[in-house]
């Protein structure tokens, strides 16, 4: 694999989910492969579990992880090419990526959306400058418009639990929240559940929450939330904020929290969540403390997923 910035970048997602839960089984059988490598880690954004399972997945492998919250500890970056850099920007992309080029030998970067200018996020135009000008493989810590190292643990999560013949009924479902989000995790999860392709997937959200449909591809859409979790054996929560009415909150309706009366009508259906999640408004305590969630084991699992990620590039190398 040369870059990791979507499921586009996977030649196979089944071999690359039993790459990880290899590596779930023995974390070390690899610790050599990286070796005298460094990892840099660029932050525009907060995170907790991105920023550390992909750091013990990098020691797994013996590589060195650096990270740099550039947003708060580098010079403030100018990402459009021929600026006249007279304003508040100090640094332009062009040097800082390639100069983070010259001590690593993979940069992961996260950079969220500014959710207020739809062709700018839906271009991915901050990653792609780093793409661009690092002249070494990319890993996407989440970039505007997807979550990819989220979405390959997501897989493993449900394919880890799921042994049954038939295909298991996934079902995505908006819930609210106070701040306007990014598509980013929901547009993600989709792509990957449709490049999979071993679910039955449904997207159940309010109308005028639809992803672009470059994402949400062939899934079901329910607008009607009891409807869609009808038979569910896994409900993947998350809010985001409106794609058609880019970046806004259209829709605050708190019925749309998942407590436990929603999920009666499943199949004893396990809850899942990227996290950080804001209790009570996206979902009850009653389900995340419940027996039924497995959001903690969900992100335990962050680290295989980042762990085999790294690994494929490596030897790539
Ligand atoms: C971010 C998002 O929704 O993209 C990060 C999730 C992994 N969530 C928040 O900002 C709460
Ligand atoms: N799920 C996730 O990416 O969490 P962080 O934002 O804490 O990294």
Not at 72 to 84: F, S
Not at 120 to 128: L, P, R
Not at 156 to 167: F, M
Request: with cysteine.
């Amino acid at each position: 694999m040369k870059q990791f910035i979507s499921v586009d970048d996977v030649p196979s997602v089944p071999r690359l989910v039993d790459i990880a839960l290899d590596y779930k089984k023995q974390p070390f059988k690899d610790k050599q492969l990286g070796e005298h490598k460094t990892l840099g880690m660029i932050f525009l954004n907060p995170s907790l579990r991105t920023r550390l399972s992909t750091q013990v997945a990098a020691k797994n492998l013996g590589m060195e992880a650096v990270v740099f919250n550039i947003d708060k500890e580098g010079w403030q970056l100018e990402m459009n090419d021929g600026a006249i850099m007279n304003g508040s920007t100090s640094e332009h992309v062009k040097e800082a990526a390639a100069v983070m080029g010259q001590y690593f030998d993979i940069m992961a970067i996260r950079t969220f959306p500014g959710l207020k200018d739809k062709e700018a996020d839906y271009t991915e135009k901050y990653i792609n400058q780093f793409i661009k000008y690092a002249g070494v493989p990319v890993v996407s810590l989440e970039s505007a418009t997807l979550h990819p190292l989220q979405s390959l643990t997501d897989v493993i999560t449900i394919k880890e639990r799921w042994n049954q013949p038939r295909k298991p009924k996934v079902v995505m479902t908006w819930a609210p929240h106070v701040k306007a989000l990014p598509q980013a995790v929901p547009n993600s999860f989709a792509q990957w559940m449709n490049g999979w392709g071993e679910v039955d997937f449904v997207i159940t959200h309010p109308e005028g929450y639809e992803l672009d449909p470059k994402f949400s591809g062939s899934a079901q859409i329910e607008y009607n939330q009891d409807k869609a979790l009808e038979g569910a054996d896994f409900v993947y929560v998350k809010n985001w904020s409106s794609y058609n009415d880019y970046g806004k909150i259209t829709c605050t309706d708190p019925s749309w929290m998942v407590d436990n009366a929603k999920l009666r009508g499943t199949n004893d259906a396990k809850i899942m969540h990227c996290l950080p999640v804001r209790r009570n408004v996206v979902i009850a305590d009653e389900v995340l403390d419940g027996p039924n969630s497995i959001v903690i084991p969900e992100a335990g699992n962050r680290v295989w997923a980042a762990q085999a990620v790294l690994s494929e590039i490596l030897k790539n190398k």
